[in-house]
């Protein structure tokens, strides 16, 4: 009997711990499908969905003869999710392998199961990724990746600028069209079986492509001019140098060089400093080429013809400010021609001081674009630097008209010479012809001299090529007419103007002035031995211009200097 109570009393006991269990089980199957079932059907259906965003692909950078500045490569990039990848160490070796990434690290970054992400390869070639694929490793996939490639190097990589990793313009054209260029990704809600592949599409988004972007800029021209500036830099021992070449009568910039430049591939190696765009962004005194401005107002308020005549004594005073000549010269007569082709600093400050005026110089300073942006479409513009008229001191019309106390960009001086090519109508500098199939924009023009004055002053400048004393003889062509203007300008300091803050020398010019085709400007900044914009920025004028010439085909005007 006391066993038989005994084994009763087991089987009781069993049987509650039964019901207990079966109970705990009832209540968690209810809590379950009652209380959690939303929760984690939504966790179940993240486990098995995936959204993929598909990147599109960046349009290509052009130059205006169809060379390509910026390319996209396809590329394939493989990762990992760690949490899911069965073999560590064999994906790890395998990568190293075919894809020759180092094994080690990506080992140490597979073992860790808290990442759901690690890149196995970045921006892969797409046959060796393929070929690494097909091991089938559990928890490594892959998705198509474009990168980008700027295939003429260092040509014009300051204007094309750089996009980044994410495919996201950072600099030049890449940054000011970006939007175009990017496109719109599209995206894919997927599902995966329990071993992370994909087994259905449930959803889609297409691709938009990126534009492509055409420019002004000629790849040729463009190549040369930077030859030449690197070969003037190197000559003159200069720190850098900058060079436009323009086409007056539409804007189109055909060339902005600088040097020293870099490669585009290499641009996150490259210091920030070295990728700008100076044209644009970067301030200067012009010197004697500001010239142009006072003599602009001075002929076109009527006050002076190029005949009309001036006392020049060997310096002179305004205010605190003893103005002298390039030259030491005695008491001189000469006229308003020859002020410009020698670039008289005495001769410009004693027209701008006696005749002009500060209100109605600024108002000119004005009409020629200076102190505000030309609009270029480019990211950075600087729009100069002019000191406001309530800010005039005595001094001050003692040194502007001579391009001193003022900055300029070269871009803007550039297209304020232009405008004397164009027969007098300013017209907007610009980079981009089109996007895609569409023409980007309505260029702005306005007249700034008369076409009487506008004659006159090319008349002028292409004295300051052509005549004797003058400064700018360096950058005569053969078989051409050139109208231009040198400038050496003074850079200044912490304490003032001093020689060992070094010079910025210029020449600025036109070719062949009875019809401009080429609107050329060069700036070489701290050049040693020599610093006058004659010497040094009008030879390097002259070659950039004779191989432009050439390479357009452009017919000479006047045949007769062919055998100089």
Do not use: C
């Not at 899911?84 to 690290?105: G, K, S, T, Y």
């Not at 790849?219 to 003037?232: D, K, P």
């Amino acid at each position: 009997m006391r066993k038989d109570r005994l084994a009763n009393r087991r089987i009781r006991l069993l049987l509650a711990l039964l019901l207990l269990a079966f109970a705990g089980t009832f209540l968690r199957a209810v809590w379950l499908q009652g209380v959690s079932a939303a929760r984690l059907g939504k966790m179940a259906e993240r486990q098995h969905r995936e959204t993929i965003a598909i990147p599109a692909g960046r349009g290509a950078i052009y130059d205006r003869t169809g060379i390509q500045l910026a390319i996209g490569e396809q590329t394939t990039t493989v990762y990992a999710d760690p949490s899911e990848v069965r073999q560590p160490r064999a994906v790890a070796l395998a990568a190293h392998q075919i894809l020759h990434v180092p094994a080690n690290p990506l080992y140490q970054a597979l073992l860790d199961r808290k990442s759901r992400f690690v890149y196995v390869d970045r921006f892969g070639d797409p046959k060796l990724a393929a070929a690494f694929l097909k091991k089938g490793f559990a928890g490594v996939s892959s998705y198509p990746e474009e990168k980008r490639s700027y295939p003429q190097g260092s040509v014009a990589a300051q204007v094309v600028g750089y996009a980044g990793t994410d495919d996201t313009g950072l600099g030049g054209l890449e940054l000011q069209y970006n939007k175009q260029l990017a496109g719109r990704p599209g995206k894919q809600t997927i599902v995966r079986d329990p071993f992370g592949r994909a087994i259905d599409v449930l959803s889609a988004t297409p691709v938009h492509e990126g534009q492509d972007v055409f420019t002004t800029i000629d790849h040729a021209i463009q190549t040369n001019a930077e030859q030449v500036l690197r070969s003037t830099v190197a000559q003159f021992h200069a720190r850098s140098a900058t060079a436009i070449v323009l086409d007056p009568s539409n804007g189109d910039v055909l060339a902005l060089a600088q040097a020293p430049g870099y490669n585009a591939n290499d641009a996150n190696k490259v210091p920030l400093a070295e990728q700008r765009n100076r044209a644009v962004t970067d301030v200067y005194e012009p010197g004697s080429t500001f010239k142009l401005v006072t003599i602009s107002a001075a002929l076109s308020l009527g006050l002076v013809t190029p005949s009309t005549t001036f006392t020049i004594p060997p310096e002179l005073r305004v205010a605190d400010r003893v103005i002298h000549d390039a030259e030491p010269h005695g008491t001189e007569t000469l006229t308003v021609a020859q002020i410009l082709a020698r670039s008289s600093n005495i001769g410009a400050v004693t027209i701008a001081e006696k005749l002009v005026g500060p209100r109605r110089l600024m108002e000119w300073i004005r009409r020629f674009g200076f102190g505000r942006d030309t609009g270029i479409d480019f990211p950075g513009e600087s729009p100069g630097l002019v000191l406001p008229l309530s800010q005039w001191s005595g001094s001050t019309i003692g040194n502007v008209p001579i391009g001193q106390g003022i900055a300029v960009t070269p871009i803007q001086l550039a297209s304020a010479y232009a405008a004397i090519a164009n027969g007098g109508v300013w017209v907007q500098p610009h980079l981009v012809s089109r996007v895609g199939g569409r023409v980007v924009r309505h260029v702005e023009r306005r007249r700034i001299v008369s076409p009487r004055i506008d004659a006159e002053l090319k008349s002028m400048l292409t004295g300051v090529v052509d005549e004797h004393l003058a400064t700018g003889t360096e950058a005569q062509i053969p078989g051409y007419t050139v109208a231009g203007k040198t400038g050496t300008g003074q850079i200044p300091g912490p304490h003032g103007y001093s020689a060992s803050n070094g010079y910025m020398a210029s020449f600025v010019g036109m070719v062949p002035v009875s019809h401009p085709r080429l609107l050329i400007l060069v700036v070489v900044n701290r050049p040693q031995q020599a610093i006058f914009g004659g010497v040094v920025a009008a030879p390097a004028f002259a070659q950039i211009a004779k191989f432009d010439l050439q390479y357009l085909a452009v017919p000479p005007d006047d045949p007769k200097t062919l055998s100089k």
